[in-house]
């Protein structure tokens, strides 16, 4: 099992660059996949075309107010994981599990951890994970993956974005978190990259792995409300993820 984590900072295109990854692994059948919606701005399932019934955030609140009366015999913890393991959405190219955003008051961090243990539990019956990080570094600086094979720092093409990613792959140096490979990759170019920007990307100690075009049939599905998932493949951002994944995981039949 390999874990693909994707970061950034927010409005970078993170969701949409981890459901295109999905697609790619899914047309290149290198499941089954489990893709992780960490970002407590819900979106995910959108782009992907699937609906979900509930989330990690929900499932705390509700243990929260009926902690009281569980089911007889039913344990706190275990209580958790077969809510947990309920919410899980199950589609024929991949698996989705939700983390949302708590409703009420209280500490993110504990649904961070019920996220985290139940990865655990649920790792061993896929070939991969990919998790969509919410923006910035909140789930890395509170050790929600220990074991992360490939990070994907996403940036536009901004001084910004390219910092914000500095910032994370600084902040991995200074956990026990493990990290195989770390990668930059700007997403929403258009034309050529300013010599300024890779003066930043160098200053940050990165080193630009790939870059996705502006894609004018993103936003177009986008504003109309159509999943990314159904995207055809011979578009400008679907092309370059299928290059960039070619490079990243050396084709399907030497594993993943």
């Known amino acids: 099992m390999k ?3 994707i970061s950034g900072k927010g409005g970078t295109g993170k969701s949409t660059l981890s459901a295109l990854i999905i697609r790619w692994l899914k047309e290149q059948e290198m499941g089954p996949i489990l893709a992780v919606d960490a970002d407590s701005n819900v979106n995910l399932n959108d782009l992907l075309g699937v609906q979900i019934e509930e989330t990690v955030g929900a499932i705390r609140e509700e243990l929260k107010k009926s902690a009281h009366k569980l089911p007889g015999g ?9 809510k947990i393991h309920a919410s899980l959405r ?3 190219d991949f698996d989705l599990i939700v983390m949302g955003r708590p409703e ?5 961090c504990y649904a961070n951890n019920l996220l985290r ?3 655990k539990t649920l790792s061993d019956n896929y070939k991969i994970i990919v998790i969509d990080n919410e923006a910035g570094m909140e789930h890395l600086s509170r050790r929600m993956t220990q074991k992360i094979d490939i990070l994907l720092l996403v940036s536009d093409p901004s001084a910004r974005g390219v910092r914000a990613a500095g910032k994370i792959s600084k902040l991995l140096s200074e ?5 195989g490979k770390k990668i930059l990759v700007l997403n929403r170019v258009k034309g050529s990259i300013p010599d300024i920007l890779d003066k930043i990307i160098e200053e940050q100690g990165l080193h630009l792995f790939s870059s996705v075009p502006e894609d004018d049939t993103l936003l177009r599905m986008d504003q109309s409300g159509k999943p990314i998932w159904k995207i055809e493949e011979d578009t400008p951002a679907y092309l370059a993820i299928h290059q960039m994944m070619n490079k990243l995981i050396e084709g399907k039949n030497n594993g993943v």
Do not use: N, W
């Not at 009420?104 to 993110?108: A, I």
């Not at 956990?175 to 990290?179: A, C, E, H, K, N």
């Open 175 to 179: 956990l026990d978190t493990r990290v």
């Open 3 to 5: 874990t693909i984590a």
């Open 74 to 82: 039913m344990t706190k913890q275990e209580f958790l994981e077969y």
């Open 90 to 92: 199950e589609s024929r």
């Open 117 to 119: 243990d139940i990865l």
């Open 104 to 108: 009420g008051p209280g500490c993110y």
